[in-house]
């Protein structure tokens, strides 16, 4: 059985940061690419930031510079390093791997 658990949201202010963990269990980890999406109310599903198994990553334009995702594949764990949010980064945000989808956590940013 695949589970996906993400953690590390929270209410921040414009301008800080917050760290997202998504810890995967019944895939191997290492071998699968690993996605970062969120969706804000009201908006469609959109990727955040994708890191491959070979660590190659990808990045949707608005986070470019300010977002970082890496992996751990020793503790099947992905990561999404926020800094800088601000309030259109609002959303639920959602760790991906094929087919599979975690339950999300809110990251809620004021103005």
């Known amino acids: 059985q695949v589970q996906l658990e993400e953690s590390g949201g929270g209410l921040v202010q414009a301008g800080g940061s917050l760290r997202l963990s998504c810890t995967a269990s019944g895939i191997i980890f290492s071998i699968n690419d690993m996605g970062w999406y969120r969706q804000a109310p009201g908006k469609q599903r959109e990727l955040v930031a994708l890191?491959?198994?070979?660590?190659?990553?990808n990045y949707a334009e608005s986070v470019k510079g300010r977002f970082t995702i890496s992996r751990d594949n020793a503790k099947n764990t992905v990561y999404l390093q926020m800094n800088s949010l601000k309030p259109e980064d609002t959303a639920i945000y959602y760790c991906q791997t094929t087919r599979f989808w975690g339950q999300g956590t809110q990251v809620t940013v004021s103005s």
């Open positions: 890191i491959t198994r070979y660590k190659i990553t």
